[in-house]
């Protein structure tokens, strides 16, 4: 098998001791579109906030490319290419939709290299060209989920890690949504998804993790995790 | 009629030096919700400055502006890195205390350094001089210098926070500084900056101000209690607002200047036994509670 793009070895995080990751490990190779779905509060955030230094696990290793990033700054691991999009989006509300947007190519040197992606991002959402002068805070709920993920590629990331992005949305933007994350994964985009939508996430993975109260209860491709009765009885409810 | 213009364009230049005495303050609040209790001390530290410096050297007091904020900008940021950064980590009275004691510490220090004596500048270009603007109204050049650069300094900080890379960075991490770090932006450099920003520019309003007021070890309280209401009015974290709500302020500090005006306009006899000139900043705290209680989120307030 080649070397993950992004492994996680064995991490456990706690907050203020109470623990909520214990001993999870999970890989994503590079050009993989991955799924992680679980209850509320199994830990699904916490994981990924592991990933970006903000939660930093007390024991376990987080690799990208190779290298053990588990104590980095949140600051040193952005600049290696992992770009987070939270679930509270925490756009720049008072800011223009195109200035957020180029906040979000802060690491980026190379000022024609933004310009293209700000391009790539405008022909990805044409809505946001539409709006591109507004304040952020005042998009619908699913336009600044368009910015967050928008914002997100500015920096041209290695890997894309999105954290319910169609949380709180109409069902016809959630497919949007969704049918934008399968865009960049036919682009050949690595991505990390974790959704609440399991049928339609599982779908469009290439493989998926079930997550557990901090433990990875099954994994395998999306469509075996949907066949697998375990799976459908948790999930599903048949 | 004199007398009301002359009190409306005073008001107006000291609000506008106002303007750049409350920068700091509202920028250092808006980026890491921290409250500079020393925030008058930065002032008069950089009224010293330009004050020793230019008596020492014996070149003009405005040429010695460039070094007052320079002092300031390595003293703020001194004082984040030394101190406030190990404040963040703690609860929000932790904050509150610990600014204020930083206050107390440098005030005490310029009382054991300078003496409690009053000093004033009495050289230089402007000092002593004064414009006419005609119907009898006198500007002090040193006023209006002072106004001038004023607006130039609050300018070009708005023009950096605005237009500049470094300038979005520090606007998004007083935005949301969680945010800002997932954008890789350095959040703690940003407030190091932001303190060494606002450390300098009221350190240039400090030289600026020494021009024409004298400085002693206490004079930063009143300049504390103003730049609050100032922001309070303002919105705190608010830049334009700190601007327009420093020239209202401007305004309130010549209420004494207007209550002449109505006094011997309509010659109301029992008006001009109220010595008023005493309650100049009375106004102006009690503009801060009537803020607090009515407004608490200023006039312009656009964080939070
Ligand atoms: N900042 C926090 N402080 C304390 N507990 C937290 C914090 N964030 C999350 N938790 C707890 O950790 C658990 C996992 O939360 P989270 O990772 O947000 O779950 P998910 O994203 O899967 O809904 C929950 O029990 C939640 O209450
Ligand atoms: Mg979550």
Known sequence: MAIALLEIEDIWVRYAGMPVIQGLSLAVEGGETVCVVGANGAGKSTLLRAVMGKQPPYKGKVRFAGREIQRLSTEEIVHLGIVYVPEEKMLFGPLSVEENLRLGAYILKDPQRIEQNLDFVYSLFPRLQERRRQPASTLSGGEQQMVAIGRGLMSNPRILMLDEPSLGLAPILVDEVLDTVRKLKEEGMTILLVEQNVREALELADRGYVLQTGRIMAEGSGQELLASDMFRKAFLGM | ?304
């Open chain 2, 1 to 304: 009629m004199d007398i009301l213009i002359s009190s409306i364009v005073a008001g107006l230049l000291i609000g506008m030096i106002l303007a750049l005495v409350s920068l700091g303050l509202t920028i250092i609040f808006g980026v890491m919700d921290i409250v500079n209790f020393a925030h008058g001390e930065f002032l008069m530290l950089g009224m010293y400055t330009t004050l020793f410096t230019a008596q020492a050297t014996g070149i003009d007091p405005l040429l010695t502006l460039p070094l007052a904020a320079l002092v300031g900008f390595a003293l703020g940021v001194a004082c984040y890195y030394g101190f406030i950064r190990f404040l963040l980590r703690g609860p929000m009275v932790a904050q509150l205390l610990g600014t204020f004691g930083l206050m107390l510490l440098l005030r005490n220090l310029a009382l054991l350094l300078f003496g409690s004596e009053d000093r004033a500048l009495h050289h230089g270009l402007l000092v002593g001089k004064s414009f006419e603007l005609g119907m009898g109204v006198i500007i002090p050049a040193t006023k209006l210098a002072a106004a001038g650069l004023s607006i130039v300094t609050f300018a070009a900080v708005w023009l950096l926070m605005n237009r500049t890379r470094i300038g979005k960075a520090l606007t998004a991490t007083s935005l949301n500084a969680q945010g800002a770090r997932y954008m890789g932006i350095p959040t703690s450099r940003m407030n190091a900056l932001a303190w060494g920003i606002g450390g300098g520019s009221v350190t240039l309003a400090g030289g600026l101000l020494v021009n024409f007021w004298s400085v002693n070890p206490f004079v930063g309280l009143l300049f504390t209690m103003i730049a609050f209401t100032i922001v309070a009015l303002g919105g705190f974290g608010s830049v334009p607002g700190a601007f327009f709500a420093a020239l209202v302020v401007g305004l309130i500090t010549e209420i004494p200047g207007f209550w002449d005006f109505v006094t011997y306009t309509f010659d109301i006899g029992w008006m001009s036994d109220v010595p008023m000139t005493s309650f100049k900043y009375t106004w102006v705290y009690l503009a801060y509670f009537v803020i607090m209680v009515v407004r608490p989120r200023g006039l312009f307030g656009w964080k939070h």
